[in-house]
């Protein structure tokens, strides 16, 4: 079993610079590898005649060479490489351009098996850069081939090629995780037929049957895992109850603003369920800027002044560091003690927190993932909220809500899902929605160009940082990469402070920096001593400083939709007309019409509609936009039905068998173990 999860660096012909790449698709492990689904096939088995072909069509052909190759040099720097042949049906060439050293490989008598694009030119036949091989090695031609993602430096052939090999030494070594009953109930393959034809598959349609089985075994995990969860942690369960407090509307009277009816609509159900016995747990979905935050502060005012403590976790130390400060300003002068808990705190400050915690003198307690570990005890925990939950597993936020006995619960997010999915997936939250801005929001001003217009929009900023402005400008990478043509942070950064903007302060932010530094630079935007932040997508959730007006994205078609509404949204929170500029950098039409979508709508759920549209639900779910567990072959929307079956017989499972114990069982326990014991992704390149 171990073998699975060898590094990949210790197979044959893998070396680090092709370990390196692999890890850029997301491949570490042999297991990785052998779960690498591609993502399309291209069918080479079905094979034609030289008389049957079509012009234009890829076809396979059973060929024998004639004659020797002839080379022609129309041009220079051009040349073609001809090689005769005949096929049952006729005579043909095979063509090759630039490819000279072809032409000893192939001798008169020979037969191949050759793929390539068929054309016709008076009555000459051609196969146009065919792949070919001998009859019976089946590797390339005469049969489905697999179509994988890829990445630069790595083409489908090399993969294929891994892949073939590590399925012939190790498939051997993955378990049948389903139970027999079930693989019979519903007729699948067993797992290792399936993987097999996931990948080299005999036929189309046995293809789709590998895929429904291994899909179904996903998603049963994935329900089995969520239920036992949720059984765990929240389920009909009886709660704080919270006593009704009038102090907490004298609280909301001396706010420095006026409450927008949806965040009172949302704070009374939260009250609600915080006065029942029941455990609250309730999913709050509000769109960028729609002001989640303060409601948090007051829901956790109200659990303080009832002698509670209450956490909140985000997931980014600039996030958490924010909202301490803002929680902290705010709370502190009622003399309720707040404190920040995140990784990079000093050991000796670290135990002191710990320590004061665990014996109730600390009231709030914010951090990120840092207020889940195993030694965070806290005295009396009645509220735990999660900001920006889908940056979050399933289980992090499980963990937090453990910490105490039945606290009641919140997460917060700014990323909508589709109600029947959310039904299916968080059947046990409550859903709260605040669906209005606060007043006063200008419209935040959109506009798409190409890169000529990076000096105009440096003009642009120019002129607001004279007026006291500042602006954001954020890439894709934060190093310089070898191949690709893409902005990197760090030498934008540099080009700005030393060259185009070097009467003014230029800063840098980015995820590998070490916190303390991340901090000072944060700080130094917030009081506005840095005028243009170079940054990654670190920025990308709750950063707020409101005189932050202009927000430039390099290489935006390398973003999400929304992922670029959410970097928008950092801007347009304070008084100021905000300008948000994404600099698409391609010239696909699909890119293009992303960025249309974005111009036209400032609604993040109908932006994240769309997105699922364009995008299909593959690459929309495959992201880490709802704190699931990554899927590799289901699909939440297109296996729906999938998902209902597996819904239905993980609750049969459960029923019969809660622990999952039965040595029927006992093998998806492990499975599920594995599927959500995952940390949650990097959150920066
Ligand atoms: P998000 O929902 O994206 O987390 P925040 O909670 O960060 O949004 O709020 C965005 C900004 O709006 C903050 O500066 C916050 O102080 C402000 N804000 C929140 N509610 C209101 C309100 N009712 N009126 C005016 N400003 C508000
Ligand atoms: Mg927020």
């Not at 680090?16 to 399309?40: C, G, H, S, V």
């Not at 059947?427 to 160009?449: C, M, N, Q, Y």
């Not at 840095?530 to 707020?544: A, Q, Y």
Request: proline residues 4%; hydrophobic residues 35%; glycine residues 6%.
């Amino acid at each position: 079993m171990d073998s699975l999860n060898k590094n990949i660096q210790y197979l044959k012909g893998v070396g680090p610079k092709k370990a390196y790449r692999l890890r850029r698709l997301n491949i570490e492990t042999i297991k990785d590898l052998i779960y690498f689904i591609p993502r399309d096939y291209e069918d080479r088995s079905s094979f034609k005649t030289l008389r049957e072909g079509v012009k234009n069509e890829k076809i396979t052909l059973d060929i024998e060479i004639v004659g020797p190759g002839t080379i022609n040099k129309p041009r220079r720097n051009m040349s073609i490489l001809k090689i005769p042949f005949k096929d049952s049906s006729g005579f043909g060439n095979l063509v090759w351009f630039n490819q000279d050293y072809l032409k000893d490989k192939f001798y008169v008598g020979e037969r191949y098996i050759v793929n390539g694009k068929f054309n016709k030119i008076g009555i000459e036949y051609q196969i146009m850069n065919p792949v070919y091989e001998k009859p019976g090695d089946s590797k390339k031609v005469g049969r489905i081939i697999p179509i994988y993602p890829l990445t630069e430096g790595l083409n489908n052939n090399d993969i294929l090629k891994l892949i073939n090999n590590v399925l012939n030494e190790y498939l051997k070594y993955i378990p049948e995780t389903l139970p027999n009953s079930i693989i019979r109930k519903h007729n699948l393959m067993n797992v290792h037929e399936a993987i097999l034809n996931i990948h080299f598959p005999r036929s189309i349609d046995i293809m789709k049957k590998a895929k429904n089985r291994l899909a179904y075994e996903e998603l049963l995990t994935l329900q089995l895992g969520l239920s036992t969860m949720k059984n765990k942690t929240y389920i009909n369960k009886n709660g704080i109850q919270f006593p009704f407090k009038k102090d907490v509307y004298d609280f909301i009277d001396n706010l420095p603003f006026k409450l927008t009816n949806a965040q009172v609509k949302v704070l009374q159900e939260i009250f609600e369920d915080m006065e029942s016995k029941k455990q609250m747990s309730r999913l709050v979905q509000g769109d960028v800027g729609s002001g989640k935050t303060i409601v948090g502060i007051i829901s956790i005012y109200k659990a303080v002044i009832s002698g509670f403590q209450a956490a909140m976790m985000a997931p980014t130390e600039i996030l958490a560091t924010q909202h301490y400060e803002s929680i902290s300003k705010l709370l502190n002068e009622y003399d309720i003690r707040c404190e920040l808990l995140v990784g990079s705190l000093s050991k000796k400050r670290k135990e002191e927190i710990l320590k004061d915690l665990r014996e109730g003198r600390i009231d709030v307690l914010i951090g990120t993932h840092a207020i889940i570990q195993d030694n965070v005890e806290f005295h009396r925990l009645g509220l735990a909220i999660t900001d920006e939950q889908h940056r979050f597993g399933v289980k992090q936020r499980a963990t937090l809500s453990q910490k105490g006995l039945n606290p009641d619960i919140i997460v917060m997010t700014a990323t909508p899902i589709p109600r029947t999915l959310a039904l299916i997936l968080y059947g046990d939250l409550d859903i709260s929605i605040i669906d209005e801005l606060p007043p006063g929001r200008k419209e935040i001003e959109t506009f798409a160009v190409d890169n000529n217009f990076k000096e105009r929009i440096y003009k642009f900023i120019e002129k607001q940082i004279n007026e006291g402005r500042q602006a954001y400008i954020v890439c894709p990478l934060i190093e310089e990469s070898e191949t690709m043509d893409i902005n990197s942070a760090e030498e934008l950064y540099s080009y700005l402070r030393d060259e185009r903007f070097n009467n003014f302060s230029v800063g840098l932010l980015h995820g590998k920096m070490p916190q303390k530094e991340k901090d000072e630079i944060m700080e130094l935007f917030k009081n506005n001593t840095i005028n243009i932040l170079v940054s990654t997508t670190v920025i990308e959730v709750g950063v707020n400083v409101p005189n932050a007006n202009i927000m430039v994205i390099f290489n935006a078609e390398r973003f999400g939709l929304a992922q670029l509404h959410q970097l928008r949204g950092r801007v347009g929170r304070g008084e100021y007309q905000s300008y948000c500029i994404l600099i698409n950098e391609s010239m696909n039409p699909i890119s293009r019409e992303r960025m249309r979508i974005l111009q036209s709508s400032s609604d993040g759920f109908v932006i994240s509609e769309k997105d699922l549209e364009l995008r299909g639900p593959g690459e929309f779910f495959g992201t880490r936009q709802h704190g699931l567990p990554e899927l590799k072959v289901a699909n939440l929307f297109t296996d729906m039905n999938i998902l209902k079956i597996a819904q239905y017989d993980a609750q049969e499972i459960l029923k019969n068998d809660p622990s999952l114990s039965s040595d029927e069982n006992k093998m998806l326990g492990i499975k599920i173990e594995s599927m959500f014991n995952k940390n949650p992704q990097e959150l920066d390149y």
